[in-house]
């Protein structure tokens, strides 16, 4: 039994570097065929929002922080969302039987709660505090 579990997560590991190299190899002759203009769209986009924000914090600085504050903010709830879940799954599924998983479960969802808490709140207390207290 022990040499079929080898045997498996070894196939599964070898089927999940083709698969990654086939993605690569066709994300890349997918740039080169006519995506690149939509890469240009994507980046002018992407500048017309930090002209924005600059304009509207009125320095090149804490324009680009607010920027870059508003993408964490973003991208922090899908990926605060699945720590939760692994932390649940963790607490509720797997700690069932080993408490010392059922503990680092509940810490999990403890840490990526207050990540994502502050993930959400630091842009609206930096624009707080930029717009509110400087001169």
């Not at 932390?87 to 998983?101: H, N």
Request: proline share 1%.
């Amino acid at each position: 039994m022990n040499v079929m579990k080898k045997v498996v997560i070894t196939l599964i590991a070898i089927m999940c570097v083709f698969f990654s190299c086939s993605v690569y190899a066709t994300s890349r002759s997918a740039i080169s065929e006519g995506t690149a203009g939509q890469l240009v769209e994507i980046k002018e986009k992407e500048m017309k929002e930090l002209e924005d924000y600059n304009e509207a914090y009125g320095s090149e600085t804490y324009g680009f922080t607010a920027y870059m504050l508003n993408k964490v903010r973003i991208y922090s709830i899908p990926l605060c969302f699945v720590g939760i879940a692994m932390g649940a799954i963790w607490q509720y599924v797997i700690g069932i039987r080993k408490l010392d998983v059922h503990d680092r479960g509940l810490f999990l969802i403890i840490s990526f709660v207050t990540i994502l808490v502050i993930c959400q709140v630091l842009p609206l207390v930096f624009a707080i505090v930029v717009k509110g207290f400087r001169n």
